[in-house]
């Protein structure tokens, strides 16, 4: 087989007006926020269920807790340390309510002013993209908005699930192995680590 990238490293539109109205909306600065993405094992509707989507058990909800851990500790690190806000935007529409009760409303009280949760699913791909132009940092266990950040130029960290598939690979092989992780096996100063050698040689990681 010939090496096929994903169809998210050709979308080239973009809807300014969309993404500056969102910003503005919700005190989010050109530049100076971290967005970030994650992936439940929760199912769409709460029955039928697949390998992405699985019946959400006591074990998995036991694993949602441990990745979802390293997430916050990552939030906070950010927030702390920049002074600056963070975007939780769902990639996969269910992770809309995920996103907002499994990791926002767990954030400490003295973070939680400087974090948007975005719940609402994307209108289209050019919002996506109007938005995301402007974040100083992506972190995502989901690919594709990932894939769309570092087509705009916006450094990224991707900790996948394994269990996913092999999409993930796909950073390794552009040349970015360095911001590729397992979340499950990758602790949060690791993550940490990653983030912090990215603000502080920012120019390079956007080169």
Same mark, same amino acid.
């Given at each position: 087989?010939?090496?096929?990238?994903?169809?998210?490293?050709?979308?080239?539109?973009?809807?300014?007006?969309? +993404?500056?109205?969102?910003?503005?909306?919700?005190?989010?600065?050109?530049?100076?926020?971290?967005?970030?993405?994650?992936?439940?094992?929760?199912?769409?509707?709460?029955?039928?269920?697949?390998?992405?989507?699985?019946?959400?058990?006591?074990?998995?909800?036991?694993?949602?807790?441990?990745?979802?851990?390293?997430?916050?500790?990552?939030?906070?690190?950010?927030?702390?340390?920049?002074?600056?806000?963070?975007?939780?935007?769902?990639?996969?529409?269910?992770?809309?309510?995920?996103?907002?009760?499994?990791?926002?409303?767990?954030?400490?009280?003295?973070?939680?002013?400087?974090?948007?949760?975005?719940?609402?699913?994307?209108?289209?791909?050019?919002?996506?993209?109007?938005?995301?132009?402007?974040?100083?940092?992506?972190? +995502?266990?989901?690919?594709?908005?990932?894939?769309?950040?570092?087509?705009?130029?916006?450094?990224?960290?991707?900790?996948?699930?394994?269990?996913?598939?092999?999409?993930?690979?796909?950073?390794?092989?552009?040349?970015?192995?360095?911001?590729?992780?397992?979340?499950?096996?990758?602790?949060?100063?690791?993550?940490?680590?990653?983030?912090?050698?990215?603000?502080?040689?920012?120019?390079?990681?956007?080169?």
């Amino acid at each position: 087989l010939e090496f096929g990238p994903d169809g998210c490293f050709g979308i080239d539109v973009i809807d300014h007006e969309a +993404g500056l109205r969102y910003l503005q909306a919700n005190k989010l600065e050109k530049g100076k926020f971290l967005a970030v993405n994650i992936r439940t094992n929760t199912s769409k509707d709460g029955k039928s269920a697949n390998l992405l989507n699985p019946v959400s058990t006591p074990e998995k909800q036991a694993e949602d807790r441990l990745r979802l851990d390293k997430v916050r500790s990552l939030i906070t690190y950010w927030v702390k340390n920049t002074g600056q806000r963070v975007l939780i935007f769902p990639e996969a529409e269910k992770e809309g309510l995920q996103g907002k009760i499994q990791l926002y409303d767990s954030l400490d009280a003295d973070i939680k002013p400087h974090v948007v949760c975005r719940q609402e699913w994307w209108t289209n791909a050019d919002e996506t993209m109007g938005i995301l132009q402007h974040a100083s940092v992506v972190f +995502g266990m989901e690919p594709h908005t990932l894939i769309m950040a570092t087509t705009l130029g916006v450094p990224i960290i991707h900790a996948r699930p394994v269990s996913n598939g092999r999409k993930g690979w796909m950073f390794r092989d552009i040349g970015l192995p360095e911001w590729l992780f397992d979340i499950d096996v990758v602790t949060a100063d690791a993550l940490i680590s990653t983030l912090s050698t990215i603000i502080k040689n920012y120019p390079a990681a956007k080169a």
